[in-house]
C-alpha cells in the first residue's frame, strides 16, 4: 500500500479501534452515511490547521469558519478553498454559525477563555464538539462542561491528540498489561525558547478586530498590544500558562498510563525567571502530584531554555519495579532495570519526526487520526478517544499545579471530586468572574 498521508489516517486508526474499549454509546441514532458539516471557530494558527485537516477528511466539509479578526478570517477562506469544492462560509460571531441547521459540528480553537462558553453553546444547540485543550479555563467551567455533555449527550472530545496516537494507545496498554511491573512514577516534560512578550501599551483596537467579541465571556479590559495575537496564553484572564498550554499533553499522557484519577496533594514550584516582562505565569516550572495509593507523577517545564530531555522537547518517563519506559512523540522504548540499563524493546513512529514543539501543529498525519476518530463518533454514537469527562481530570491537575503555585501552598484535594480542601483562599481559583450577560449556562 502506498504510504500516503490517508493510508497513515486509516491504518493508524484501525490499530486504535483494535485496544479501544467500547462503552455505552452517548446517543442513539448516530450520522452512519451522512456528509459532516463542520464550523471551525479561531483560525490563525492551530484552529486553520484543524480546518484543513478536517477539509481534507472523506465526507466532510468545512462549512463555516468564524474568527474575529478579519484578516484571518479572510486568509482562512481562501486557504481552506483550496481543498475542498466550495469556499467555507465566514463569520465573526459563533452564535449566528450555531444558527445553522445543517451544521453538525464545531471546531474551538479561540484563545482559552472562549473553549467552555463556546462549547455549551455549542451542545445547547445541538452540535457535536471538538474543543482544543485545555476544554476549560478553571475548574468550575470543567464541572460545567461535564454536565453539558450528560445533558444535551453530544460528543465533546478534547484536542489533546496523543489518545488516538496508535504507538501511544499501545504504550498505555503495554504499561497496564505490566511490561514494565508496578510504575510508581511517572514524569513529563516541556521545554521551549519563547521570546519576552513586554510591557504592553494601551492603543486603539486594530482595524478588522471585533475586540467585544474577542473578550466574550471575560470581564472587559481596554485592548493592550501584547494580548492578541497568541500571547494571552500568559494573562490570568484569558489564558492558562504552560501548565495547560503544553502540560496539558503530557500529564494526561502519564495520568492515562498511571490509571489515575484525582491526585490526593499538589506541589507547584517555578517562577517567572528569564525575562522581566507582562508573563504572569512561570516560565520554569515543576509540578508534584502525590496519589493515594502512594505512587508520584511530576511535569517539569521550561519555557524559555530549551534544552532538551532524553534527547526531545517533550515527551514521559514511567519508572516502574521492573523497568522504564520512555514515551516520545508517537514512539517508545523499554529498558531493563539493570545497572548498565538495556534498551530491551523500541517501538519507531512509522511516520516522519514529527516537530515536537511547533506551536501550531506538531504533526498533522497524527492530528488527523484523533480527528478521524471525532468524526467517527459523531457518526457511531459511540463515545471518542478524548471523552471530555476524561479529559477535564488531566486539565484539573494542570490548573491544580497553577493554583497551588498562584497560592504557594499544598494543595490536599478531594478523591470523590478532585476539589481542593481545607483551603478556602485557594478554592476561590476554582471559578471566575464573568462579563455580565456572558456566564455560562447549562
Ligand atoms: N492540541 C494542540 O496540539 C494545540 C496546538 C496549538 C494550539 N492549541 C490550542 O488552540 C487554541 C488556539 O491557539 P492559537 O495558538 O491558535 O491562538 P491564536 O491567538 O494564534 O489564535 C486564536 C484565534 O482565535 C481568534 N478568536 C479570538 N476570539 C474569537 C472568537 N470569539 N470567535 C472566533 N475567533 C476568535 C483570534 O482572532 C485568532 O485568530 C488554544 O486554546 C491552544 O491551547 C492546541
Not at 491504518?11 to 456528509?35: D, E, H, M, Q, Y
Not at 479561531?42 to 477539509?55: D, E, H, K, T, Y
Not at 502540560?247 to 502519564?254: F, K, L, P, R, Y
Request: glycine share 10%.
Amino acid at each position: 500500500m502506498k504510504n500516503t498521508r490517508r493510508n497513515f489516517i486509516k491504518t493508524a486508526a484501525l490499530a486504535g479501534a483494535a485496544v479501544a474499549i467500547r462503552p455505552v454509546p452517548i446517543f442513539a441514532n448516530g450520522l452512519p452515511s451522512k456528509k459532516i458539516n463542520v464550523a471551525v471557530m479561531g483560525v490563525r494558527s492551530r484552529g486553520l490547521v484543524l480546518a484543513q485537516n478536517f477539509a481534507q477528511m472523506p465526507d466532510t466539509e468545512v462549512t463555516w469558519l468564524c474568527d474575529v479578526d478579519q484578516q484571518y478570517l479572510d486568509a482562512g477562506i481562501a486557504d481552506i478553498a483550496k481543498l475542498q469544492k466550495r469556499p467555507p462560509k465566514g463569520e465573526k460571531d459563533i452564535r449566528k454559525v450555531l444558527e445553522d441547521k445543517d451544521l453538525d459540528a464545531i471546531v474551538i480553537a479561540a484563545p482559552d477563555h472562549w473553549h467552555t462558553p463556546a462549547a455549551i453553546l455549542g451542545v445547547k444547540a445541538g452540535k457535536h464538539v471538538y474543543v482544543e485543550k485545555p476544554c476549560s479555563h478553571n475548574p468550575r467551567e470543567g464541572e460545567l462542561l461535564v454536565e453539558a455533555q450528560r445533558k444535551y449527550r453530544r460528543i465533546i472530545h478534547m484536542g489533546n491528540q496523543r489518545r488516538s496516537w496508535p504507538n501511544v494507545v499501545q504504550a498505555m496498554d503495554e504499561l497496564h498489561g505490566g511490561v514494565i511491573g508496578k510504575v510508581y512514577f511517572a514524569k513529563g516534560w516541556y521545554a521551549n525558547n519563547r521570546q519576552p512578550i513586554g510591557f504592553g501599551k494601551e492603543v486603539p483596537v486594530p482595524p478588522g478586530l471585533d475586540w467585544e467579541l474577542w473578550q466574550g465571556p471575560a470581564p472587559r479590559t481596554a485592548y493592550r498590544d501584547n494580548v492578541h495575537p497568541y500571547n494571552w496564553h500568559w494573562f490570568w484572564h484569558w489564558g492558562t500558562g504552560e501548565a495547560l498550554n503544553n502540560g496539558t499533553h503530557e500529564i494526561d499522557v502519564a495520568r492515562w498510563g498511571m490509571g489515575q484519577e484525582y491526585p490526593s496533594r499538589v506541589v507547584a514550584s517555578g517562577g517567572r525567571y528569564h525575562f522581566h516582562d507582562d508573563w504572569e505565569f512561570p516560565d520554569t516550572m515543576v509540578l508534584t502530584f502525590d496519589f493515594e495509593d502512594g505512587r508520584t507523577m511530576t511535569w517539569e517545564s521550561r519555557s524559555c531554555n530549551v534544552h532538551p530531555i532524553e534527547g526531545d522537547g517533550r515527551g514521559n518517563l514511567f519508572y516502574g519495579e521492573k523497568g522504564t519506559m520512555l514515551v516520545i512523540g508517537n514512539g517508545y522504548k523499554i529498558y531493563s532495570n539493570d545497572n548498565p540499563v538495556k534498551l530491551l524493546r523500541e517501538v519507531k513512529p512509522a511516520e516522519a519526526a514529527a516537530n515536537s514543539t511547533n506551536a501550531a501543529s506538531p504533526d498533522a498525519n497524527l492530528d488527523g487520526v484523533h480527528i478521524k476518530n471525532f468524526l467517527d463518533a459523531v457518526r457511531s454514537g459511540q463515545p471518542s478517544n478524548s471523552p471530555v469527562a476524561e479529559g477535564q481530570k488531566s486539565v484539573l491537575m494542570c490548573q491544580l499545579g497553577n493554583i497551588a503555585w498562584q497560592t504557594g501552598r499544598v494543595l490536599n484535594i478531594d478523591q470523590r471530586n478532585g476539589h481542593i480542601v481545607g483551603d478556602n483562599e485557594a478554592m476561590k481559583s476554582w471559578g471566575r468572574e464573568y462579563e455580565r450577560g456572558w456566564e455560562p449556562v447549562v
